[in-house]
């Protein structure tokens, strides 16, 4: 996830920007870059690659004077990483340069406008328009510029900004990406983490969505989106700098649990227009998707399983038959595949060996490739023939969570997008289940906050030696993700099963007090999974159920709840799948195990 810091004061900029990027750098990036000003003009030094590479050019921060500037690391989202895409971007006479967090979705439109006029654009990212904007609306006053330009933004940003006939201020700016000001003695700074501040200050300000500010060594003023002042209070953080990159929390697998209500709205926001579902930042001809005969999904892992809830999505709306393969078995087994169809490949990091051979097999077969991937300039986004981004932000932890929920979150506007371009549902129905998808990040927020007792749950059953996790249609998708979380970080066996086929051989495997994880989210098939539940019951197992607010006749049926909010019920996998793995978060806690570094598991299996 990219990093931004800001500083304004007395001492040597560059050097304090450089620090405040070093402790960016567990977020994840590809580049880095700065901007200072130094006697009225703005000295810029980007570098692709790690940080040490912008420290060689720059003979660690010394060769770059000035005592105001700002600061970047990038993970490619718009352009492949390099120096040219890398942040700050400046304008073309060099008075403005800026450093973005963020997507602004209305960029193309943007784009288009400022080209017209006859604004030069150097790199293919969303950013760059800021800074011509900037530009644009200048008369002498960087306020107004900066007010003018974030009011035709759309989407995400965490902007800093600075202006060289300013210079002693620093301008900063959020809306829905994470933005704090850091107040020190005669000196003061912004961030997009307070990692990147707590060795200088602990003295910060959270300011609010819309808010922006104007910073200098001694002042720090806060303006609404409308330009009134507003009064923003202080904090003081009490995180040292390892709590800081974890945001807090114990471990990144935890972090990147509750970033997902944000990580699956990245994924969401930038493809609705006016209420309709466009892929346009994939460059996804419409006649690709129309009239496809077949759909034929590999992936690895949990991305395997994303593609398994996305069968049964796409199947009923769009009625298009879908084959999910394993990508190492895909490569071997001589799949039958042509042009006509649509082969999709899903990968977190797009590096994975199997998935890129799959990849490479059906092109050569003469099929389209559409890649479903996280990483930005990976090998699986370079090869295939179109991309959708999920935009989770880089994932640390090994286990995935929010890498796996975006890629769900991707095949619910891909299912409801296939069956209107393929009529099998009408406008108003894409309308309707578009809007569902946009309740998502909402559920996935509640999902959460639903389940207090998840810690408690987990200590009760942390010394269970083997689970069974059962469920019906997407539920089932669910199960074979929430058993793989429990085994990945816990090393306690599990295993997934369609609750109708349990009762042909596993069945054998449950006896007194093992613990049965029932999925019963499905209203439609609610009596079978009930009795389902009644044959393992009945063999002495323990039910942990969970169900939402239209299940609850399942309670009388199980030991113990966690409840899933209500939303449209074939799209709620992503939501579903939070709890269980919190569930497995706080058992492998209680059991003592290395969470974010499972023994034996790699992130990126890059080798067959
Ligand atoms: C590894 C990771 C899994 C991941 C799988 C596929 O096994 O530990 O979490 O699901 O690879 O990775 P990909 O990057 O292709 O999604």
């Given at each position: 996830m990219c990093g931004i810091v800001g500083y304004v004061g007395n001492e040597h900029a560059a050097s304090i920007l450089i620090e405040g990027l070093k402790k960016l750098e567990y977020r994840g990036y590809d580049s880095a870059g700065i901007a200072v000003i130094n006697n009225k003009e703005i000295n810029m030094i980007k570098a692709s690659g790690k940080i040490k590479n912008l420290c060689e050019k720059t003979d660690d921060g010394k060769s770059i004077s000035g005592t105001i500037g700002i600061a970047h690391t990038r993970w490619a989202t718009?352009?492949?990483?390099?120096d040219a895409n890398a942040h700050p971007h400046v304008s073309n006479n060099k008075k403005f340069a800026v450093v973005h967090n963020g997507i602004i979705e209305n960029y193309m439109e943007l784009k288009k406008e400022l080209l017209d006029k006859g604004y030069k654009f150097?790199?293919?990212?969303?950013?760059?328009v800021i800074v011509h904007l900037l530009d644009m609306y200048y008369d002498k006053d960087f306020k107004i510029a900066l007010m003018k330009t974030i009011s035709r933004l759309e989407g995400s940003y965490a902007l800093g900004v600075i202006c060289?006939?300013?210079?002693?201020t620093m301008f900063a700016a959020m809306l829905n990406s994470p933005l704090i000001i850091g107040v020190g003695v005669c000196e003061n700074y912004f961030a997009s983490d307070v990692t990147a501040l707590v060795q200088r200050t602990k003295n910060v300000i959270y300011i609010e969505e819309g808010d922006f500010a104007e910073i200098s060594s001694n002042t720090i003023l806060i303006y609404s989106n409308t330009g009134e002042p507003v009064t923003r209070e202080k904090t003081r953080i009490v995180w040292d700098v390892e709590a800081a990159e974890k945001g807090g929390y114990e471990h990144f697998m935890l972090k990147e649990i509750m970033e997902q209500p944000r990580a699956i709205k990245s994924a969401i926001e930038p493809r609705i227009k006016k209420g309709c579902i466009s892929f346009e930042d994939s460059n996804i001809p419409t006649d690709l998707l129309e009239g496809i005969s077949r759909i034929s999904i590999t992936a690895c892992g949990s991305a395997y399983h994303a593609a398994c809830a996305g069968k049964y999505m796409i199947e009923e709306l769009a009625r298009i038959p879908v084959d999910v393969d394993l990508a190492s078995e895909f490569r071997y087994r001589?799949?039958?595949?042509?042009?006509?169809t649509l082969v999709i490949v899903i990968s977190q990091?797009?590096?994975t060996a199997d998935t890129i051979a799959a990849l490479k097999e059906a092109k050569e077969n003469g099929a389209s490739v559409l890649a479903i991937v996280n990483?930005?300039?990976s090998a699986i986004s370079k090869l295939a023939d179109y991309v959708i981004y999920t935009?989770?932000?880089?994932?640390?932890?090994?286990?995935?969570t929010k890498g796996y929920t975006t890629q769900v979150t991707v095949l619910c506007l891909l299912s409801v997008y296939l069956a209107e371009k393929n009529k099998k549902i009408d406008a108003e129905t894409a309308l309707r289940l578009t809007s569902e998808i946009q309740k998502i990040p909402q559920l996935a927020q509640r999902a959460i906050d639903l389940n207090p007792q998840i810690p408690y749950l987990a200590k009760k059953y942390h010394n269970e030696r083997s689970m069974f996790f059962i469920g019906r249609n997407t539920d089932y998708a669910v199960c074979l993700e929430g058993s793989l979380k429990l085994k990945e970080i816990s090393y306690i066996h599990s295993e997934a099963y369609a609750a109708g086929e349990l009762?042909?051989?596993?069945?054998?495997?449950?006896?007194?007090d093992r613990l049965v994880v029932a999925l019963a989210c499905n209203d439609r098939l609610l009596d079978k999974l009930i009795s389902n539940i009644r044959e393992v019951k009945a063999r002495g197992a323990k039910v942990l159920g969970v169900i939402t607010e239209r299940s609850t006749k399942i309670i009388p049926e199980t030991d113990d709840i966690i409840y899933i909010p209500v939303g449209e019920t074939l799209f709620n996998a992503v939501v579903q799948v939070i709890p269980l793995q919190m569930f497995a978060y706080y058992v492998a806690l209680h059991n003592g195990c290395d969470i974010d570094k499972p023994k034996n598991l790699a992130k990126s299996v890059t080798v067959e």
């Open positions: 718009h352009g492949a990483p390099n150097n790199s293919e990212t969303d950013t760059e060289k006939d300013y210079p002693d001589r799949p039958i595949i042509d042009k006509s990091s797009g590096e990483v930005v300039g935009w989770a932000g880089p994932e640390i932890a090994v286990a995935t009762k042909h051989g596993t069945i054998a495997l449950i006896d007194n």
